[in-house]
């Protein structure tokens, strides 16, 4: 329906789905590239807070590098359920031009009922679901969302959080002390070179 009452034709109805999914996911990409710069900083501060030896500060913030790595995952999950009923109705309105008016659709009605349970378009898609009840494409959805409370693996995933990057610090110095050790014997070696040279000028000078 659209303003003043007035009836959307199919066509019409799609492109405002259209454009509110690419809102939508344009909405959902500047999130996840949000938690993505967040999460360096997170990162930088384990790193810091691991050379100074603070385990405890560390799990912390291992633990909330982990919680936003699951957000991220959520928002990429939303983010293709959202493209993907944009390709099936997109399908729809291929078939739309021969038949007349939107077709009930078994393949949107399965993606649109995965897509309410996600907290983060969970009103967002319940509503467009409620349109395209009224439009016939699907039948009434039932309103279910996803449980948001952190997995009770959390502590073990920061866990390994923390064993990984102790790990590359570890790397990153046993690389530095092999270079060190490197130089050092190639400049050893460079020293007792010449002092076998010297050595081999003194032998000359005495005969």
């Known amino acids: 329906m659209g303003l003043f009452g007035k009836q959307l034709t199919p066509q019409e109805q799609w492109r405002s789905w259209k454009l509110h999914l690419r809102s939508e996911m344009r909405k959902l990409e500047r999130q996840i590239m949000h938690i993505e710069r967040e999460e360096q900083k997170v990162k930088r501060s384990i790193r810091e807070t691991a050379k100074a030896g603070q385990r405890s500060a560390l799990k912390i913030l291992a633990i909330e590098l982990v919680r936003s790595k699951k957000a991220k995952e959520r928002l ?62 699907i039948e009434e959805m039932l309103d279910d969302v996803m449980d948001t409370v952190d997995d009770e693996d959390i502590e073990e995933q920061a866990d390994e959080e923390v064993d990984k990057i102790l790990d590359e610090i570890l790397g990153e110095q046993f690389a530095r002390a092999g270079k060190v050790a490197t130089t050092t014997a190639v400049a050893r070696e460079k020293e007792e070179e010449a002092n076998s040279v010297e050595k081999r000028l003194a032998q000359l000078g005495e005969m």
């Open 76 to 137: 990429h999950s939303s983010r293709a359920q959202m493209n993907s009923v944009m390709m099936a109705m997109q399908a729809q309105m291929a078939q739309q031009k021969v038949a007349q008016g939107f077709q009930k659709s078994a393949e949107i009605m399965s993606i649109m009922q995965d897509a309410i349970k996600l907290p983060e378009i969970h009103e967002t898609m319940m509503e467009m679901g409620k349109e395209m009840t009224r439009a016939g494409i």
